[in-house]
Each structure stands twice: as C-alpha cells, then as structure tokens.
C-alpha cells in the first residue's frame, strides 16, 4: 500500500514592508506529515513564492486534506 499523501489547503494574506500585499484563497500546498502550524506554513509559503521583504502574514481556513502530492518533494 502507498503512503497516504498530505496537502494543505488555506486562505493567506501578506504584507509587505514596501508597500501592497497578496492574498490567496483556497490555496493548496503539499505538505510531508498529515499536520502543520501555521507559523511553519507561512515559512514555508514566503520561501516557496520566493517573497522578499515580507513584513506580516496570516493564515485562515486551514484544512489538512489526503490528496496526492503535486510535487516529487514536499518541504522537509
């Protein structure tokens, strides 16, 4: 039997210290356990989109789902 895979699915919002933000909703993201705190989903967000200068993030609606991972790797 495969390993069960894991995926997050969430709603974000950050700011930048240079003005504007971005904010996604229903957003997916592979995850490598079947949990994630949401201090750790952030790092992992900015590092992933390749963001500078974030100056606040948040996380709403997480809900972690059995979904096949998109990705060879997920984040360790």
């Known amino acids: 039997m495969a390993d069960v ?3 997050v699915r969430f709603d974000f919002e950050i700011g930048f210290s240079n003005g504007g933000d971005l904010r996604g ?4 993201l ?4 079947n949990d994630i705190g949401d201090a750790e ?3 992992y967000l900015v590092r992933d ?6 100056d606040r993030a948040s996380i709403r609606n997480k ?5 096949p991972h998109k990705r060879p790797d997920p984040p360790r």
């Open 49 to 54: 989109m390749r963001l500078l200068m974030v």
């Open 63 to 67: 809900q972690v789902i059995i979904e």
């Open 5 to 7: 895979q894991h995926r």
């Open 25 to 28: 909703r229903g957003f997916r």
């Open 41 to 43: 989903l952030i790092e």
């Open 30 to 33: 592979d995850i490598p356990g």
